[in-house]
């Protein structure tokens, strides 16, 4: 369904992502892991079509990201870190908006504002402002304007960040509820969130893939957070040992026995 091939970008001399591959089949839900800085915002803008890459290449059920990006973004609900509101509009007039650009169908948009609403719970605040909800509302029509087409892909970005612990608890049992029917990437720092809903995860560490596995694989006598810690212990060792190598071979006269 999703398969990313070594995905690299670039801000001159800055690279945020390197070769940065994995899958995810259909029907699957994938936990992006990693701590902060590790790459998983820009991995999600790329794979969603609001950034180019500098490099590699994803498919989405068959259509290339870069040479196909209006046939993907057709089959992908996305919700950033930040969800994209309006918050001068109400609920209701906001989710009808997103519908129309989204280009459904006219005849359509009240049906699918309906639903959205009824499947994010938020039929009761339709009528007010969305600058007036709290921020787990805000979250719930994030996660609306995302499913509003009805997309077989849903791309959440730190869908719980912020949130109270029983707003997590909400829009957790939402996202499982949701991911029944489609394919889901959940980009997360919190590794509770990624062992109660994910089946596999995919870790970064300094924009590199330390570890792609099923998470029933990776927990047998290990917790999720064990896992995490050595896969991210293992990368920052190694990268140490990297640049004590170059240090070292620049330290070298020329000519010198290695």
Do not use: W
């Not at 990437?185 to 995860?201: D, F, N, R």
């Amino acid at each position: 369904m999703i398969e990313v091939r070594n995905l690299t970008k670039r801000y001159g001399d800055l690279t945020a992502i390197h070769d940065v591959s994995f899958t995810v089949a259909r029907g699957e839900v994938l936990g992006f892991l990693g701590p902060n800085g590790a790459g998983k915002t820009t991995t999600m803008r790329i794979l969603t079509g609001y950034m180019p890459a500098s490099g590699g290449t994803i498919t989405i059920d068959g259509f290339d990201v870069f040479e196909n990006s209006l046939e993907v973004r057709k089959r992908i609900g996305y919700l950033p870190e930040n969800p994209p509101l309006y918050t001068d509009m109400d609920v209701g007039g906001y989710l009808r908006f997103v519908a129309r650009i989204k280009g459904i169908a006219k005849g359509d948009v009240d049906g699918a504002t309906e639903k959205a609403l009824d499947v994010c719970g938020l039929k009761h605040v339709r009528d007010r402002l969305t600058g007036h909800l709290s921020k787990g509302y805000r979250q719930r029509v994030g996660l609306a304007q995302a499913l509003i087409h009805n997309p077989p892909v849903l791309v959440l970005d730190e869908p719980t960040i912020g949130l109270d612990p029983r707003q997590i608890i909400e829009i957790r049992s939402l996202i499982r509820e949701l991911a029944g029917s489609r394919t889901v990437i959940l980009s997360t720092h919190i590794l509770p969130e990624v062992s109660q809903i994910c089946e596999k995860v995919v870790i970064l560490s300094g924009g590199k893939v330390v570890l792609e596995e099923r998470i029933g694989n990776l927990t047998q006598g290990l917790s999720l957070e064990e896992v995490f810690l050595r896969a991210i212990s293992r990368d920052e060792a190694a990268e140490a040992a990297a640049v004590e190598a170059a240090a070292e071979g620049a330290g070298k006269e020329p000519g010198a026995p290695a």
